[in-house]
């Protein structure tokens, strides 16, 4: 038991970035206050941590994120053509698959193009986008011919 509650926390200790640490209030540190990291803590840094870890990943060699974003691709692709396949066999859900398809789609691309530092999920998560546009597009031709 003592060695599992060590690994968490350490693994919370991994987890909270250093911004966090040095978004302590001042009157803690000045009251002699330690900073013990909690779950909490560490579950509202664990986004800034993927992001980070992501970034050093791949900008160790840049071919990987070329590959991840093929990846992404090929699955947009993938999920278009299952959603299409899965959603087309009950005729009921087309037009509700397709709002939600749209507003996701639309949603996102505004999200990504507003914003001033494209991060590397961003990317991916766009370049799966893609992919679930142009399966659809596809999806659509398949069903006019």
Do not use: C
């Amino acid at each position: 038991m003592a060695a599992t509650h060590g690994a968490s926390r350490l693994l919370v200790r991994r987890l909270v970035a250093e911004e966090d640490i040095k978004e302590l209030n001042q009157e803690e540190l000045n009251q002699g206050s330690v900073y013990k990291p909690t779950r909490a803590r560490a579950v509202l840094a664990l986004p800034r941590t993927i992001v980070k870890e992501a970034e050093f990943y791949f900008k160790e060699r840049p071919r990987r994120l070329l590959t991840a974003g093929a990846i992404a691709v090929l699955m947009g692709f993938f999920g278009a053509t299952s959603a299409a396949t899965i959603i087309g066999s009950v005729a009921d859900w087309d037009p509700l698959a397709a709002a939600v398809l749209l507003f996701w789609t639309e949603t996102f691309t505004r999200v990504y193009y507003m914003s001033e530092k494209k991060t590397i999920p961003m990317k991916l998560i766009n370049a799966f986008k893609i992919g679930l546009v142009y399966g659809m597009a596809v999806e659509a031709m398949k069903l006019g011919t």
